[in-house]
């Protein structure tokens, strides 16, 4: 998949659990664990958002994207 998300990395550096931040924005432990393995589907613009206000960074720090080699050839 060509997006790629880093909030695990991101979380890393602000030293927060899955559990305090989970807490923080109003999800469940499991879903933001879906989010972190890169296996949603989609994410509200009020998730990303509250993600960002809490670990103080901007969306791109949470998501990248990475062309698929098997797309480009």
Do not use: H, W
């Not at 890169?38 to 613009?45: E, I, N, Q, T, Y």
């Not at 990248?64 to 080699?69: F, G, I, L, R």
Request: charged share 25%; net charge neutral.
């Amino acid at each position: 998949m060509p997006i790629i998300v880093n909030l695990d990395v991101v979380m890393a550096k602000r030293k927060i659990s899955s559990l305090e931040l989970s807490q923080k924005i109003g999800i469940t432990p499991a879903n933001l664990s879906i989010l972190k393995t890169g296996k949603a589907r989609a994410v509200r613009f009020s998730t990303l958002e509250d993600l960002c206000r809490v670990l103080q960074c901007q969306p791109g720090d949470i998501l990248e994207y990475q062309e698929d080699k098997n797309e480009s050839e």
